[in-house]
Nanobody
Framework: QVQLVESGGGLVQAGGSLRLSCAAS????????MGWFRQAPGKGREFVAS????????NYADSVKGRFTISRDNALKTVTLQMNSLKPEDTAVYYC????????????WGQGTQVTVSS
């Protein structure tokens, strides 16, 4: 079992930056793949980025490649999403998620944090 709490959302102008953080509880955080997802108004939830627990391998949605960076600190049980060159289309609620080792899906989700990018 793991609980996730996101922070760092807010309002920023286009071209600006935000850094989202996700704090996790639970003893086995180091063995969870971690991901960020987002959901814009009227749209479905979409994958943004992920980082594996084993070799810190990262994956990004095409729409954020080169602008967003995901990282994790197993000692602090945190995962961050550095977002640069933000665009109005990045406006969404951003969710942190955890996928236990051996699982095929993300099983634990945070409550979400709002990111709004003004043009």
């Amino acid at each position: 079992q793991v609980q996730l709490v996101e922070s760092g959302g807010g309002l920023v102008q286009a071209g600006g930056s935000l850094r989202l953080s996700c704090a996790a509880s639970g003893r086995t955080f180091s063995r969870y793949d971690m991901g960020w997802f987002r959901q814009a108004p009227g749209k479905g939830r979409e994958f943004v980025a992920s980082i594996s627990w084993s070799n810190y391998n990262t994956n990004y949605a095409d729409s954020v490649k080169g602008r967003f960076t995901i990282s994790r600190d197993n000692a602090l049980k945190t995962v961050t999403l550095q977002m640069n060159s933000l665009k109005p289309e990045d406006t969404a609620v951003y969710y942190c998620a955890a996928k236990p080792d051996g699982s095929r899906r993300y099983e634990y989700w945070g409550q979400g944090t709002q990111v709004t990018v003004s043009s």
